[in-house]
């Protein structure tokens, strides 16, 4: 058994533990809260923007500048992955799931004969693949918890241009999907280019679109697409603040559950070490007897 100094060492150790952990659960579940707020505010709108949009795009003569973003490729030979994790780990399985995904997504477009590369956001990512899978085209880190449209821009500007020229004949997002606070899922969406709504699905309400469809989608056509992208980035912080929050709770439980079995294992070395002392003094003081005697 350890001696009573060894196991005091441990104890105070994994305390000093448990204060950190417990901080950054309290400092996780202060930004979960605020980027919940901003995810769950925001999804309407990407999703009624995606809606309107994949509607014009299925108009007929729709032609404008930015034509080639609604325009399927008659073959895809190189598809472009963006890739969204954490800058930071500490967060249970967040970056591993999507990363484990992502990786997924290759193989099976690989094995179908398409050339694959990424553009990252995030360290966690950028990092699994210049170890794994070099395949970067782009990279982009140290996001701000609320990300705006200029911050997203750069990350538009080299899928969009890749697409429209050609070097990408498809564009996929790989992020992680914000459920709850104790769910959050890796999903695959395509975001070029865009699938016009099929007729059957139909929509309610006839649009009215003024000057046109076609002037419409000339302007808003990249915005949709950013809008798209800055969704995937929100839906991405919320579920890594709630993956943080839920992983240092739990290690913070684990903490706390080994300080009581240590202080237990103290308490009994402590007394088992009193006992022995006992022993030697009542066996000294015997022994002094019976040679007196």
């Known amino acids: 058994m350890a001696s009573t100094r060894e196991i005091r060492r441990r104890i105070r150790s994994v305390t000093n533990i448990a204060q950190v952990t417990k901080a950054m659960e309290a400092v996780s579940a202060a ?3 605020k980027a919940q707020q901003q995810v769950l505010g925001t999804r309407p709108y990407a999703e009624e923007a995606r809606e ?3 509607y014009i795009a299925r108009l007929p003569n729709v032609e404008n500048e930015f034509n080639s973003l609604i325009q399927p490729r008659a073959q895809v030979k190189r598809c472009g992955i963006l890739l969204v994790t954490a800058d930071r780990g500490l967060a249970g399985g967040f970056n591993a799931n999507v990363i484990r995904r992502a990786a997924q997504y290759m193989r099976q477009r690989r094995q179908a004969g398409v050339e694959v590369e990424v553009v990252t956001v995030g360290r966690k990512g950028r990092d699994w693949l210049l170890r794994y899978d070099p395949v970067i085209r782009a990279e982009f880190i140290g996001m701000p918890d609320s990300p705006t449209t200029s911050d997203v821009g750069p990350i538009t500007r080299v899928l969009v241009n890749d697409f429209t020229s050609g070097y990408f004949d498809e564009v996929t997002v790989i992020s992680t999907l914000f459920v709850n606070t104790l769910r959050q899922v ?25 000057p046109s469809p076609e002037a419409v989608l000339s302007q808003v056509l990249y915005g949709f697409t950013e809008v798209q992208i ?16 839920v992983a240092m709770r739990s290690a913070t439980d684990a903490a706390n559950e080994l ?5 237990l294992t103290y308490n009994k070395a402590r007394q088992e070490s009193i006992t022995n002392e006992l022993m030697d003094i009542i066996g000294g003081s015997v022994a002094l007897e019976a040679e007196a005697a």
Request: net charge negative; aromatic share 6%; proline share 8%.
């Open 52 to 54: 309107v949009l994949s």
């Open 259 to 263: 300080i009581d079995n240590l202080t």
């Open 186 to 210: 890796p999903e695959v969406q395509k975001l070029l280019p865009i699938e016009p709504t099929k007729e059957a699905s139909g929509m309610a309400p006839e649009y009215i679109f003024e």
């Open 230 to 245: 800055l969704q995937a980035i929100y839906e991405s912080i919320a579920s890594e603040h709630s993956a943080r929050m």
């Open 31 to 33: 930004k979960m809260r």
